[in-house]
């Protein structure tokens, strides 16, 4: 791996990764803390660089810290057997399938929704009366920050 020299800021834009999130990488142990110059600023390597990318892409994938924590901890020991990332790709694969049946269930009741709105008065609008109907069988999930709703099981 070729010698490079870092600033935070410069690790930051090659990354594509906020320098708050690098330093709290590092804090929770999935970032090695990087040599300080002598000033006390941090000095990032390659290696760092890369595994930055790799949390990165992990993340981007979806993959909860924890997973992430172990596919790195696999990724530090290549002579180990791969049954374990395997297990928590088809974890993750599975995770996003069931994301993909909810939102297929969300995109059909608004289209059934927005197909029965003819416009009009607010007081005749059938969206309106939709959201309304509580007998519907909907409910905003708890388990889900920033309001997404699907359709109960």
Same mark, same amino acid.
Do not use: N
């Given at each position: 791996?070729?010698?490079?020299?870092?600033?935070?800021?410069?690790?930051?834009?090659?990354?594509?990764?906020?320098?708050q999130?690098?330093?709290?990488?590092?804090?929770?142990?999935?970032?090695?803390?990087?040599?300080?110059?002598?000033?006390?600023?941090?000095?990032?390597g390659?290696?760092?660089?890369?595994?930055?990318?790799?949390?990165?892409?992990?993340?981007?994938?979806?993959?909860?810290?924890?997973?992430?924590?172990?596919?790195?901890?696999?990724?530090?020991?290549?002579?180990?057997?791969?049954?374990?990332? !395997?297990?928590?790709?088809?974890?993750?694969?599975?995770?996003?399938?069931?994301?993909?049946?909810?939102?297929?269930a969300?995109?059909?009741?608004?289209?059934?929704?927005?197909?029965?709105?003819?416009?009009?008065?607010?007081?005749?609008?059938?969206?309106?009366?939709?959201?309304?109907?509580?007998? !519907?069988? !909907?409910?905003?999930?708890?388990? !889900?920050?920033?309001?997404?709703?699907?359709?109960?099981?």
């Amino acid at each position: 791996m070729e010698s490079v020299s870092l600033s935070i800021g410069e690790l930051s834009r090659r990354t594509r990764c906020k320098v708050q999130t690098i330093r709290w990488y590092e804090e929770v142990g999935l970032l090695p803390p990087p040599a300080r110059s002598s000033g006390g600023h941090r000095i990032y390597g390659a290696a760092h660089l890369a595994r930055l990318d790799f949390i990165r892409h992990a993340r981007e994938l979806g993959f909860p810290l924890d997973a992430v924590r172990a596919l790195l901890r696999l990724s530090d020991h290549p002579d180990r057997a791969c049954d374990e990332a !395997h297990a928590l790709a088809a974890a993750q694969l599975a995770m996003v399938e069931d994301k993909l049946r909810r939102l297929e269930a969300l995109r059909i009741e608004l289209a059934r929704m927005t197909e029965t709105c003819r416009g009009g008065l607010a007081a005749e609008c059938r969206i309106l009366e939709t959201l309304a109907d509580h007998t !519907h069988g !909907h409910c905003a999930s708890p388990d !889900h920050a920033g309001g997404d709703i699907h359709p109960t099981p």
